[in-house]
């Protein structure tokens, strides 16, 4: 199934005659308004008629031919309402000759890719109540999976080499295949979710590698775009798996653009936090533009040309002060402190720095809550992908920073009800100048009401010039940061501001 078209006997009839590798039985294709693309490898010259069967009804025919010199046949399938089962079956016609493709228990729904590294690949194996996760698929057989192989490649390749986990459905044995294999924990429950939410199929396609910079991932365009040169090894810890430009762009990302997708999840950013760190709030949101080009191109413009993409903001780990951790999460946002906006339209952020895991067996970086990254994750999809109107997907950020200096506070005004779930001395900090001199002071929580919190500044004897939210790699214990969202149990995402407004009062 995963041979390459290049490597099938020349000239021998029927030998290249195929379906893409990742077009197999138990398959999500992706639902209306878009249309699926169905692809594969053919003789040069022949005609394939593709043809979607229910039962014994052909609902559809699409024929097209097998261009040269790829060797590649493609058709685009009207629309299709979300369900199944269906059959697709393929027929080559060359001269005389005929091959038949089949593959059953099709399915339409909504088609995610999931990728990152090792907090993406992650399987549900790893995570808290696994045996409870791994043994309740009786809901979600018709939530598919499809985990892609580990590869990588000095070109652009048209298919994947390999698939390590063909699509299925969901067993307790494919959910939990062993450690950083198959199935992504992250990838599966938010796909349940969305599958509780919206009650037709998920088709999930997981194709992630641990401890891999973001410069892997992207192609060589998007890399310019930022400046990014091409280096030789990375020197760094962080940095375990592929780290050389576009190598996993070119296996495990281009060959899937030919696919209409619904849309993308991402969970990626520790091995960057001593790698072009600086360069992430170009580089991600450079990713993220530069996929959808390729997806909606490749697609013949069935995937939307910005289509939703959601990702995980680093959670926390135990390791020296000054890791990187907070601007990369910061970065994640092209420096918004929030999504979607004007840089990073369309997308979607579930914030983790509070689910931390000391003493997770995997290394506090992994941490076994899976379920609350995946159901953060899945708030975001509902608002931003599907369109759910007054669905609180973010935590409080202020809108309002006002300097009271006669009082020695800091006014901070939010855009969202606050729920103070304990008062912090540290966790907020302004930058107190003096003499052309700064540094960080604690400013201790002090009064609040529904929106206003107040901090204490009176420790600053020169200028307070900016403030900044739990800027550090473990900000607060598990689910115990200061400030939450009342209702939704969603925290206060980090943010560094600028403080403009030096009159007082105003």
Known sequence: MGRLASQSAPGVPGVGFRFASYIDNYMVLQKEPAGAVVWGFGIPGATVTVTLWQGQEAIMKKVTSVKAPSDTWIVVLDPMKPGGPFEVMAQQTWGLMNLTLKVHDVLFGDVWLCSGQSNMQMTVLQIFNATRELSNTAAYQSVRILSVSLAEAKEELMDLDMVDLQWSKPTKENLGNGYFTYMSAVCWLFGCYLHDTLQYPIGLISSSWGGTPIEAWSSERSLKACGVLTEGPVPYDSVSGPSENSVLWNAMIHPLQNMTLKGVVWYQGEANTQYNKDLYNCTFPALIDDWRQTFHRGSQGQTERFFPFGFVQLSSYLENADDGFPQIRWHQTADFGFVPNVKMPNTFMAVAMDLCDRDSPFGSIHPRDKQTVAYRLHLGARAVAYGEKNLTFQGPLPEKIELLADKGLLKLTYYQ?????????????????????????????????????????????????????????????????????????LPAPPFVAFITDQAPGH
């Not at 779930?421 to 009064?447: T, V």
């Not at 929106?451 to 607060?476: D, E, F, H, K, M």
Request: aromatic fraction near 10%; proline fraction near 7%.
């Open 417 to 489: 009800g606050i729920q103070v779930q304990r008062q912090d001395k540290k966790i907020f900090e302004i930058s107190c100048c003096s003499d052309r001199q700064c540094e960080w002071l604690p400013a201790p929580m002090g009064n609040f009401s529904s929106q206003i919190l107040s901090l204490a500044v009176n420790s600053c004897l020169g200028t307070v010039a900016a403030l900044r939210y739990a800027w550090t790699t473990w900000p607060c214990e598990y689910k115990q940061c200061p400030l939450y969202h009342p209702c939704s149990a």
